[in-house]
Structure formats: structure tokens, C-alpha cells
């Protein structure tokens, strides 16, 4: 066998028990973290392919400009922008700072506990006891350790604190180089079949848009979004219990994570709506919306295998091994030494096939229908013909019918016209064949295949016919005279 196959022997017995995680998105992870360039630039042709941004739209999205939001110029924002620049004085490791793994981690501990209590009714909607609060703040700014499971603290406080932390976030979780994407993403809908736009949402292409959208998210980001939607996912799936639908909980988080900061509901207007239901459908679909699309993931992949031939995981493990570059002359020295191998086979069926045919058509009784392929077979040199090194069987001679003619020369003439028959028959010549002959050797095959019976029971109907002939030619001359 050609196949080349790498093994891995594990040692440890702690871990051959542990399950296999395979990453479909390996490929694309590698080419954001080695080359966020083109990363970059993949994703983003896709995401105009999809939703229409004009040029500064697209430069704000880049980080070329400045983001232009709703609102920047009013006298509100600015109010705002110095009432949160004196709450951010104060800031700890976690709020009010920028999104950092570190605090991840710490504010990662509320959503785990949030998981556990997900039945309280009106969570994150009811507030918490602020003074409960506050010491819960405290404790994760200095990054002491925390019991939340000791129940000092209620999950209407824990809920409320987590709401606190994006909303002290310098800007949104979704950035504000995402917020004119995530408006044309709202518009997505649906064509009738004369090309108009309906008001039906086109899910499947939102879908594909947010995908795309966050995979160009800051890794940070990235990774608070994916357990932030998670959790409100779980907790919209027991409404019943808590009373919070998806609809609701996006009214709650909307503000926080996509809406710009230092604006009001009149700097949004028509637009609070696209954004809440925005968040709605990221609830309701988070579990989609964190996989790379298929055609981003085969980008990825071919920018490192660098061929679509590539595709079985032991390819994939050939290629990251040192003995990659040496192995592929090997390769391709084998490839085409079975390239080579496939054609003679087919070459010597195609023979094999061509002689049998010959000799079916050599067997064949002497007909019109003989001599024609016979012709065709000459008029090909590379075709086996009789004089060809395939050695065709000898035609089995036919019995030749006797008309009446032929008899009265054997009996006028004698044994010398036999013989001078029989050397010129050295060679069969094509004879005409009866319907009964060519119905038998439809039936038979060949001469060679037909029973004893047959050929007497043919020889019997032939005679018969010469008796009739010799009996009315008599009897036509015995009338003359």
C-alpha cells in the first residue's frame, strides 16, 4: 500500500481516556493568530458581498476612520462622555477598564453561578440589593477570591452586576466599528420571485452576516460575546420559569453590548427597534453563530495545504511533520507510476476486448452481415485482423445445401468436379443461408454449438425440398415430350 501514516504513542494513562477534540475551524484560527492581514481581508470581502456599505461605512469597519455614531455632536453626549469619564477615575482591574482576559476571568464567575440559577423570576430585570452589590464589585476590582455558591449573595445581584460591567465597558462588547454593519444586517430580508424586497427577514443570509461579523471581533471580545449569548440562550429556553423570553432579555442587554456609548434612545430613534430585535435573533441563534462558514474554512484551509487534494487527516499530519517536503517527489513519483500502471490495464482490456470480438465475427456463418464487419475490421490497421498475432480459431465449415442443379452435375460430371469443388473451396466463400439456417444459428450460436439432431433434422428438410424440385422438373419434362 501507498498510504503513509503517522502514529502518536501516548505514555500517559491520564490522558488516553480523554476524548478526541477535533476543531474545524483550525485552519482559520491559525490564519487570524499568523496572518491577521489577510485574515482580515478574506472576511471582510465576504461581509460587503453580503450587506451593502459605502465607503465610509467600510473604512469605519476597517479601522481606517474614526467611527461616525448617532448623536457624537449633541450637547447630550457630551454631558454623558464627562459624567462616565468621572465614573472611569476610579476604575479597577475589571470595571470600567478595557476588555482583558484577566478580567474575563473574574467576571466569567458570575455567568458560571448564573447558570445554576437560571429559574428566578425577573432575572436580570428585578435589581439586586445594592449594598450587596457594591462588596461583590469590590471583591472582583481587587481580585479576591469570591463564594457566590455561600449564599451571601442573591442571583438578582449577581445578574444586576453582570449588566453593570458592560455597561462600563469603554464601548460596546460589539464595538462601535460594528454598529452600521449590525443596522444593515437588521435589513436582510427576503426577494419575492419578481426580485422586490418583502419585510420577511432573511435568516439564513443574517446568520452567514453575523458569523462573518464576529470572526472579526477582537479576540476578547469574541470570547465574553460567545458566553454572554450562551447564558441569555439557556435562560430564554426557561421562560417559564423566569418570565424572560429572548425579546425581553435583548431589551435588558441591547444597551450594554451593541448600542453606542454616550447616546440616548432620541439619538437612535427608528433604530432601537433593528437593534433590539438584532440581539433577539443572536439569542435565539447563538449556537449557530460562533462556526466559521464552510467556504471561510477552505480558504483557510488551502492557504496552508496549498491543494484540494489534501483532504484526509493523515494528509493533514503528513504536512505538519518535518519529512513533509521530502515525502511529496515520493508522491508524485507513485501517483504516476499508477497513472502509468491504469493505462496499460486499460490498454490490455481494450485489446483483449477487441480480439474477442474478432473471433465472434470469424465464427460467424458467411452472410452479407460477416463480410461488412470483415471490411471494417481491414479498413482499421490497428484493428486485429485474420493476419494479426492473435490466432484465430479455424470457421467451422457449413454444411452446404445441395440444390438440384448441383446434383445432377455430381452425376453427370462424377468425383472430378468434387475434387475441383473442394480446391477451390480451400477457402469458404460466403453462401446464402436459408431462413430456417440463420433461425437455428440464431438460436445454436454457431454451427459448432448445434446439436446431432438439429443438423439431421436440417439435412432431412433439405432433402425433402431437392425430392420436390426433382419430381416437378420430371414432371415438366416428361409433359414436353
Not at 153 to 180: C, I, Q, R, W, Y
Not at 182 to 199: P, R, V
Request: proline share 6%; aromatic share 6%; glycine share 4%.
Amino acid at each position: 500500500s501507498d498510504a503513509i501514516c503517522n502514529f502518536v504513542i501516548c505514555n500517559d494513562s491520564s490522558l488516553r481516556s480523554q476524548p478526541i477534540i477535533f476543531n474545524p475551524d483550525f485552519f482559520v484560527e491559525k490564519l487570524r493568530h499568523e496572518k491577521p492581514e489577510v485574515f482580515t481581508e478574506l472576511v471582510v470581502s465576504n461581509i460587503t458581498r453580503l450587506i451593502d456599505l459605502p465607503g465610509a461605512e467600510l473604512a469605519q469597519l476597517m479601522g481606517e476612520e474614526d467611527p461616525k455614531l448617532p448623536g457624537a455632536n449633541s450637547t447630550a453626549s457630551g454631558f454623558f462622555r464627562s459624567l462616565m469619564s468621572l465614573k472611569r477615575k476610579d476604575k479597577g482591574v475589571v470595571f470600567g477598564s478595557p476588555l482583558t482576559e484577566e478580567g474575563i476571568a473574574q467576571v466569567s464567575q458570575l455567568i458560571e453561578y448564573l447558570h445554576k440559577n437560571l429559574r428566578a423570576e425577573g432575572l436580570f430585570r428585578v435589581p439586586g440589593n445594592s449594598i450587596r452589590q457594591q462588596i461583590l464589585k469590590d471583591a472582583l476590582n481587587s481580585g479576591t477570591d469570591i463564594d457566590l455558591d455561600s449564599g451571601e449573595f442573591h442571583s438578582n445581584d449577581v445578574a444586576t452586576l453582570l449588566k453593570m460591567f458592560l455597561g462600563e465597558l469603554p464601548e460596546p462588547l460589539l464595538t462601535h466599528k460594528h454598529f452600521h454593519a449590525h443596522l444593515k444586517i437588521a435589513d436582510l430580508t427576503l426577494f419575492d420571485e419578481k426580485g422586490n424586497k418583502t419585510s420577511t427577514p432573511d435568516k439564513e443570509r443574517q446568520i452567514e452576516a453575523l458569523q462573518l461579523l464576529f470572526l472579526i471581533l477582537p479576540a476578547p471580545n469574541r470570547s465574553l460575546l460567545k458566553l454572554l449569548l450562551d447564558l441569555l440562550y439557556q435562560t430564554a429556553k426557561k421562560q417559564d420559569k423566569n418570565k424572560m423570553s429572548a425579546h425581553n432579555l435583548a431589551l435588558m442587554f441591547a444597551p450594554h453590548i451593541l448600542w453606542p456609548r454616550n447616546v440616548t434612545a432620541n439619538d437612535l430613534q427608528e433604530n432601537i427597534t433593528k437593534l433590539n430585535n438584532g440581539v433577539t435573533f443572536m439569542i435565539k441563534h447563538s449556537q449557530k453563530l460562533f462556526k466559521a462558514p464552510a467556504y471561510i474554512r477552505e480558504c483557510a484551509r488551502l492557504h496552508y495545504l496549498g491543494s484540494r487534494a489534501h483532504t484526509s487527516k493523515d494528509d493533514l499530519d503528513l504536512l505538519t511533520s518535518p519529512g513533509s517536503k521530502e515525502l511529496q517527489p515520493l508522491k508524485s513519483q507513485k501517483r504516476s507510476r499508477l497513472d502509468t500502471c491504469h493505462q496499460e490495464e486499460t490498454q490490455q482490456r481494450t485489446e483483449e476486448a477487441l480480439k474477442e470480438l474478432f473471433r465472434h465475427v470469424h465464427n460467424m456463418p458467411d452472410s452479407a452481415k460477416k463480410k461488412k464487419l470483415i471490411r471494417q475490421f481491414n479498413k482499421h490497421p490497428t484493428a486485429l485482423t485474420p493476419g494479426s498475432d492473435v490466432p484465430a480459431s479455424p470457421a467451422p465449415r457449413r454444411t452446404r445445401s445441395r440444390s438440384f442443379s448441383g446434383l445432377i452435375k455430381r452425376k453427370v460430371l462424377g468425383t472430378p468436379v468434387i475434387l475441383e469443388r473442394r480446391s477451390r473451396d480451400a477457402t469458404p466463400e460466403p453462401e446464402r443461408v436459408s431462413k430456417e439456417n440463420i433461425h437455428l444459428l440464431q438460436k445454436c450460436g454457431s454451427p459448432a454449438h448445434m446439436s446431432q439432431a438439429k443438423l439431421k433434422s436440417l439435412e432431412g428438410r433439405k432433402e425433402e425440398s431437392c425430392r420436390r424440385m426433382r419430381a416437378h422438373l420430371l414432371s415438366k419434362d416428361s409433359s414436353s415430350l
